[in-house]
């Protein structure tokens, strides 16, 4: 039986790392292809979706398999003992439909500041200090109890999540909503970070990958959230005073 659900879950599990490896490829194929102007690159907003999406597989995806693991292997255990057995991808599905729906949010709020950027020209001759603005801002997130709680529970471990256990397709649903609102809660301000230093920008992609995997993943989160928020907050000072120290991507308003 370990052996069978050993290999159950390799068979779950290597099919959101190749569809995250993928996602790294195309990411990076599209990326030498674009050259819009503004926060959105001038996408259409199907086309940001498709390109959002795929961003938060990449990003996303590595951290979250954990919990996804651990969700099958619940699944299996209870199908075990005559359970109805519930597809863990309804589960994912639900997590990256927040995702999606803050890409949404997104897509219209930067639209509105590059607008809103072409009516004051201050704005857009002080994009890199307004960005740096916003490093300081997610750096300060970092250390809020919002951002604490949040956390906790994106990492949250197995006796955790069969304390708030649903049954059934509905039930994994809304289990996946719940997970994709903490893990959102923890990391918004991250992802809107894409969008000053620009928004297929591979380079800042990587290392916010890398921040969100190790707060999701190692032990102490909460040291590692407050170590990142102190470098994003002193970054984000130094862009302020320098503005030349950002390095954006495409992004003029």
Known sequence: MHMQLER?????LAPLLILAAVSWALLIWQAGMMNGMGLTMGMGIRVFLAIWVVMMVAMMFPAIAPMNLT???????RGSFGLAFVPAWIFVGAYLLIWTLFG?????????ASELARTVPWLLMNAPRIGGGILVLAGIYQ?????RVC???CCMCQQSLLEGWRDGR??????GLSHGLSCLGANWLLCVLLFPVGLMNIAAMAVLTALIFVEKVFPQAERIAWIAGLA???YGT?????PAALPTWGTGM
């Open 238 to 242: 130094l862009v302020i005073v320098v």
């Open 143 to 147: 250390f809020t109890p919002l951002k």
């Open 104 to 112: 949404v949010l997104a897509y219209f709020g930067a639209n509105a």
């Open 71 to 77: 969700f099958a292997r619940v699944q299996r255990e």
């Open 232 to 234: 994003l907050t002193l």
């Open 170 to 175: 509905l039930g994994a649903f809304r289990m």
């Open 8 to 12: 159950e879950h390799v068979l779950f």
């Open 151 to 153: 956390l906790a529970k």
